[in-house]
């Protein structure tokens, strides 16, 4: 019992209650004008702790209060994570990992996923700095799309890297509200002001909890019947001058009815800034090194031109080598075929690709246009051009608040309640929005009459004489708008092209051929996401009379409804119309619903033109306007529980009482996705976003009714060698309205040798079914790094590729694959055939070093489906069965036997884990689909596809019928064209989806280790929290091999995380107390990994001479200490990146050759931390 000095809670309400919105209020108004400043956070703090001091300086009682343990039972026995029955003694018959407040303190942040993953257990899922799904590692800060999978800004956790939907997170042992279709909890919405503790269950319990336990459980346990007023303050920021970030918290609470009930109020409010890549010298070194492109915008920044369409053998023709002399003295000449140039601020071109990079030198700086991008010629020649927008942390907002009671109605029921209520908001950008490809603007040109668009008239009627409607709108601006035959599409444009351009232009075969322009739009596409959740619990509890059994039944319900507006984003329509209007839309004007004469239309206008050759400088706003196209969406998931559970003791055996729980539920989640309609698939056909992937809307719900049972069953007792064996088995019955009836249970032993040692294990049986994004996602497109990659590549590293020399089955197999290609090019290409070494043909060999990749890549897009939609692709594909997950655990709980001395304070577990994971569901993508049509294993028709020689009837009679199989159905490739596509894999038109292919099996050792012991005038410590892997296999369909990833950063299958198959780590403390000062260091550890690719070499499953370097070993510090001022304030300090490590140099290809225009690149992995020192001082009040 401890003597805790409280002020009433009457008169500290009465005082605080009208700061909190004042607070808020201020906070409020500080972000909106920008980052908030210090003096607005003094501000902040001087109103907070003028609230304090009003209710300290309050009179006070002094209570005793009795801090807690865990859920207590009325014979004091607690009910421990892991198990639904109470028990004596805090043991857990699974591997358990708990820390407390203290350490979640213990960060220059309040992301407590971030804590939370520096331990070995937990891989990175979804943080402030990092998102971590199928595909690997991106920057959290540059994540813009929402859809029904993903939420950008939320926080997820992973026990074991084998993702976070397989990790079950619970607030007080009840279910957390998912934030999405994945079932997925963002633990960010957890109000940290009211968290005492966090327990982690990494053996499995899914028998306990349900089966989306397959790792574990991630238990936060709230504070209970809370006492007094504490409030903390922190606040914090990197070294850099950037990210600061404060926290201000109180939790308020009170017994009521003389002891028979308490309520409790928790508060907090977080913000944090933004810090961006380029505000690290390492990024700026990486930056600057000419051997990499790492960071590189997706397409050039700055405005260009594709398709010209200039001949390469150009010295007989009249006009000359008219590219290639534009750059006289280049070394090597730039070929006059070159397809893209790209423009300066005075008109003069440059080239960037390896072909043309001759062209480099002629590259200047324009200062208004580069903002954001960072210039510098490689190696190997070329122009790499880095994104410097990106942000590094995401910026952040975060409202918090919990209420909570419990009351005693009699001596053997109760009444209890709790509100949490959370608000997030998040901001991420991206580069802005490209002129290209699929959203590229085809530009008239020519003697040939300008013919307008469905914005603007033409300049001639049909019988040839000026269209007077073109003469009214444009006869001030366009002198041939006065004349009598209106005007050729030159004179339309010629004002705003620059002269090199119109050189090059009028040389071409055909100079009346439109052209594409290619390069960005005018702002950064960002997305500001305002992520909503309250959950509700109310139920009763109570006891049995004349036993111990207790029990509680209650109703849980839960929404998060997270609405996204994305600003950058425009018209692709309305772009098209006005940059194909003359000038590039100068004095535009343009009234919709024309053929109802306007009724209800709204009217854009574009005063100065676009002015895209010119970077979009001194553009007016109207201009701006009438391209935009911000858009919203709203997504919202909805959990509703209503459970019963009694627990206690049956009767007595030998060994000790033999107890039980049971419990019955019943669970509602239901998901719903409004999309804008400008970005909603199958509604907007006539019109899209530039920038964005459209998605489908979707309403989807799963019910799930469930029964339990577990049994405590003491064996033996105090006999040799056995002070206490029991055995704990219980089972689950899941019946689930889409998938059916599952099973899971467990049998767990615990063996207590004696007071000093004990061994425990068992067996856990997981049937997870599949969650709603799973088995009802409605097509949601979004851009996606696809780890496979276009197979029909001859450059391609993958044993199933077109590639000779790796290809599996030889040449042969080799050519076979290539006639099915050339193939499913020409279905796309409208039915015609593109020979092999014809000019714009894929495999030109001229060109095939920038056509061809050699391994995965980034898809521009594609969809990932659900059951439902993949009805309509392939009706043979079978519905999704749950997975099935067994996990075997063994370990010993060692406690130190000897009462003083040096090991007095010695404590060890180890535990062994294994988890076998049978059908697991995962997605299939774009690389994955051209697979299983290319592959003879998943397509017989594909062997002998080549016979008789590529292009041949008889070979392409083969490779038709090979396309014909319902593998091939859902591959799509781009047309051949003289404008850049050359017949390349279309991601975007290709439909993944989600199967039960393959297996994942994973294995290792969990070992912890905590010592102290008196030294000087306080006490030395020592914790030791380590995990080794011994094996972790993947296999990712259900043909193809079972791949140990141990030793590298792991497969992005299955929804398995990167990181995940480290062969160990380790994280450490070593503290020193001293009377009530408190200082420790923390220690992070990672061995040498290497790349996951590396995995494949070492399987033989790729040539060699093709892999990358891995990541080095790696250690990180962080220094945290503590001061007790008195028993009601304590003062902390904290500095992580002690050392201010940087990230080291990854992912380096040492085998390159410079003669083809490679690199050996390398950048940073966002397993490590890219964000340097940090520091940060809280402050801790209690009354």
Known sequence: MGSVVSASPEIAVR???????LLARLVQKEHQVGRLSNSGLVKALLLASSAGCFAVASPAMAQDAEPETGAESRDNAI?????????????????????????????????????????????????????????????????????????????????????SNRTLVLIDGRRGTPGNATGSVDVSTIPSSALERVEVITGGASATYGADAVAGVTNFILKKNFQGIELDAQAGMSQYGDAFEYQISGIIGSDVADGRGNVSLAMSINTREDSLYADRPWYRDLWADPSTTSGQFFFVPRPGVTGLGL????????????????????????????????????????TTGFNGRGGSAAWKPWDAQDRGAFWKTTDVGTLSYINALTYLTVPLTRYNALARGNYEINDWIGVFGQAMFSQNQTRTIQEPGPISGGWGVSMPWGDGRYVGNAATPSSVLANGTTNPAFRNLYGGLLACANGPNGCSNTEVFQAVVPQSLQTLLNARP???????????????????????????????????????????????????????????????????????????????????????????????????????FGGYEGITQDCREAIAANVANRSQTRQTIAEFNIQGGLINLPAGRLRYALGASYRENVYRLDNDTLATAGQSFLDQVIGIYPSSNMLGQIDAQEVYGELLIPVLSDVPLIKQFDLEVGGRISNYNTTGTSYTYKVLGDWQVNDWLRFRGGFNRAERAPNIAELLLTPQQAFRTDIIGDLCSTRHNNPASANAATNAGGAAAALDVQAVCMELMARDNGGVFIAPDAEFSYYNPVDAQTRQPTGGGTGFSYAIGNQVYR????????????????????????????????????????????????????????????????????????????????GSAQSRTAAQAAIQAMACKNVARNPTTDTGNFGQLNSAKMY????????????????????????????????????????????????????????????????????SSFEYRIFG?????????????????????????EALFMNGLAAQGTDQDGLPAYNLFNLNASYELNDNVRLRFGVDNLFNKWPPRTNIDVNVDPSLGQLPGGGFNLLHDVQGRRFSMGATLKF
């Open 311 to 350: 001949p390469a053998n150009c010295a007989a023709l009249p006009q000359g080598c008219v590219l290639s002399n534009m750059f006289p003295g280049a070394n090597p000449a730039v070929p006059n075929n070159t397809n893209a140039v790209y423009f300066n601020q005075d008109g003069s071109i440059f």
């Open 510 to 612: 055909n100079p009346n051929a439109s052209y594409s322009i290619t390069g960005f739009l005018p702002n950064p596409r960002e997305t500001f996401s305002s992520v909503s959740t309250y959950n509700m619990v109310a139920g009763f509890e109570g006891s049995v009379p004349g036993t111990d059994w207790t029990w509680e039944a209650f109703v849980n319900h839960g929404e998060s409804t997270t609405f996204s507006l994305q600003t950058g984003m425009y018209s692709l329509e309305r772009t098209r119309a006005v940059f194909t209007s003359p000038n590039m839309g100068q004095g535009f004007s343009f009234t919709g619903n024309p053929t109802g004469g306007g009724f209800g239309a709204s009217t854009g206008s574009c005063a100065s033109g676009l002015n895209f």
């Open 871 to 950: 009805d309509t692709i392939d009706a043979s594909t079978p519905a999704l069965r749950p997975e099935v997950a067994d996990t075997w655990t063994a370990g010993f709980v060692v406690q130190s036997p000897i009462r003083g001395g040096l090991l007095s304070r010695f404590n060890l577990t180890v535990d062994y884990f294994n988890i076998s994971i049978k059908d697991p569901i995962g997605q299939v993508g774009a690389g994955a689909l051209l697979q299983f049509c290319i592959d003879p294993q998943s397509n017989p028709l594909v062997t002998g596809a080549s016979a008789g020689g590529l």
């Open 15 to 21: 005082f605080m209650a009208p700061a909190v919105p």
């Open 992 to 1059: 993944g989806t989600y199967t039960n292919d393959g297996r994942i099996q994973l294995s290792g050792i969990d070992a912890q280790l905590s010592w102290a012991m008196d030294a000087g005038p306080g006490v030395l410590s020592l914790n030791l929290n380590g995990s080794y892997m011994i094996d972790f296999k993947v296999q990712e369909t259900n043909s193809g091999p079972l791949v140990d990833y141990v030793g590298t950063t792991g497969a992005t299958v299955k929804g398995l995380n990167s990181g």
């Open 79 to 163: 009910i421990v994570t892991g198990s639904r029955i109470a028990r004596p003694d805090f043991v857990a018959g699974s591997p358990t990992v708990s820390v407390d407040s203290t350490f979640l303190q213990q960060s220059s942040t309040a992301a407590v996923e971030q804590q939370l993953n520096r331990l070995p257990q937990f891989v990175v899922s979804q943080s402030s700095t990092a998102k971590n799904n199928e595909g690997g590692l991106t920057p959290a800060g540059g994540d813009i799309q929402p859809n029904a999978t993903n939420t950008p800004g939320a926080a997820t956790v992973s026990l074991r890297g084998i993702g």
């Open 1069 to 1093: 403390t070593v503290g020193y107390r001293w009377g009530p000062a408190n200082l420790s260091l923390q220690w992070q550890h990672m061995p040498a990994t290497e790349d996951a690719n």
